[in-house]
């Protein structure tokens, strides 16, 4: 992904891949994209070296890296929507504590 090795986040910021949504119900019937809701989770793609900690030069260390599956907050404070990858997934600029959680896979 071009994306990803273009854009490098600083500080505490975490560029993520919106997983696609949902576009058919389970009995099949399509759902057009206005009507889609947007997915919670998502890959993050690059971390940041995480914020300074106050009155500090130290650094507070990033709970995520690359390749983690994170579940976002229903309403998040996106820093940037850059658009979307070669999939047609979002690809979002957001700050690490918009995410709740990280999805570890059993």
């Known amino acids: 992904m071009s994306t990803a090795k ?4 600083l500080n505490d910021f975490v560029l993520l891949r919106r997983q696609k949504s949902e576009s058919t119900t389970k009995g099949g019937l399509f759902i057009p994209d206005d009507r889609q809701i947007k ?7 690059a971390v940041g ?3 300074y900690k106050k009155n500090s030069s130290e650094r507070v260390p990033m709970a995520l890296k690359p ?4 579940m ?5 404070s996106v820093v940037g ?12 600029m ?8 990280i999805v570890d896979e059993p």
Not at 67 to 70: A, E, K, R, S
Request: aromatic share 2%; proline share 5%; hydrophobic share 35%.
């Open 94 to 101: 957001i700050r690490e504590e918009d995410i709740d959680g």
């Open 72 to 76: 976002l907050r229903g309403v998040t």
């Open 67 to 70: 390749g983690d599956v994170v």
């Open 49 to 51: 070296p995480g914020k």
């Open 6 to 9: 273009t854009i490098r986040p």
């Open 39 to 45: 997915s919670l989770f998502g890959e993050v793609l």
């Open 81 to 92: 929507e850059i658009g979307d990858d070669d999939e047609g997934n979002d690809m979002l």
